[in-house]
T-cell receptor
Framework: DQQVKQNSPSLSVQEGRISILNCDYTNSMFDYFLWYKKYPAEGPTFLISISSIKDKNEDGRFTVFLNKSAKHLSLHIVPSQPGDSAVYFCAATSGTYKYIFGTGTRLKVLA | DVKVTQSSRYLVKRTGEKVFLECVQDMDHENMFWYRQDPGLGLRLIYFSYDVKMKEKGDIPEGYSVSREKKERFSLILESASTNQTSMYLC??????????FGQGTRLTVV
């Protein structure tokens, strides 16, 4: 049973436009959510996170939104840049530091 | 900077071999993790450890074991490698924050 789902395997966006990556979860015990970015042949790197007590967290071009009632979070990248092309994973945890990851969305930013 | 180092980037092993994947972190983190990444399946947790000599099974522990004799080192052991264990293996560590830091990954091919 996939507790964290990223239903879009891939996304293409024009440079300078907004990229929106989505993630849904089923476990209401999750209280912390993270986004990781992964380039080929490298380990994932942490991008941004959000606690369940918030509904928005911003860091530069990256904003994560959390809708607890819908069990949905999204990552917005504005403006998108070619260097943002990577696979993005969302992850969730319920305080045990056991992370559950989604299947990833491959973002391609077109120059 | 946190550094998580995996001993090999690429490994090729034969079916039935015992395989050791080593991971070392330099930030005195309590928690360490082993994941495998497969296309379309995202990152799946194999084992994690929250202290020396302590371990817990993740979602897919079958065919694997782990060892944590020292805080900085977490080893993943494939008791008898099989072709379905061909994958990218990722080690991670974390402290009290939910954010985990990943190594660069080991691509294991079992032939």
């Amino acid at each position: 049973d996939q507790q964290v789902k990223q239903n879009s395997p891939s996304l293409s966006v024009q440079e300078g436009r907004i990229s929106i990556l989505n993630c849904d979860y089923t476990n209401s015990m999750f209280d912390y959510f993270l986004w990781y970015k992964k380039y080929p042949a490298e380990g994932p790197t942490f991008l941004i996170s959000i606690s369940s007590i918030k509904d928005k967290n911003e860091d530069g071009r990256f904003t994560v939104f959390l809708n607890k009632s819908a069990k949905h979070l999204s990552l917005h990248i504005v403006p998108s840049q070619p260097g943002d092309s990577a696979v993005y994973f969302c992850a969730a945890t319920s305080g045990t530091y056991k992370y559950i990851f989604g299947t990833g969305t491959r973002l391609k930013v077109l120059a | 900077d946190v550094k998580v180092t995996q001993s090999s980037r690429y490994l090729v092993k034969r079916t039935g071999e015992k395989v050791f994947l080593e991971c070392v972190q330099d930030m005195d983190h309590e928690n360490m993790f082993w994941y495998r990444q497969d296309p379309g399946l995202g990152l799946r947790l194999i084992y994690f450890s929250y202290d020396v000599k302590m371990k817990e099974k993740g979602d897919i522990p079958e065919g694997y074991s782990v060892s944590r004799e020292k805080k900085e080192r977490f080893s993943l052991i494939l008791e008898s490698a099989s072709t379905n264990q061909t994958s990218m293996y990722l080690c991670a560590s974390s402290y009290r924050d939910p954010e985990a830091f990943f190594g660069q990954g080991t691509r294991l091919t079992v032939v």
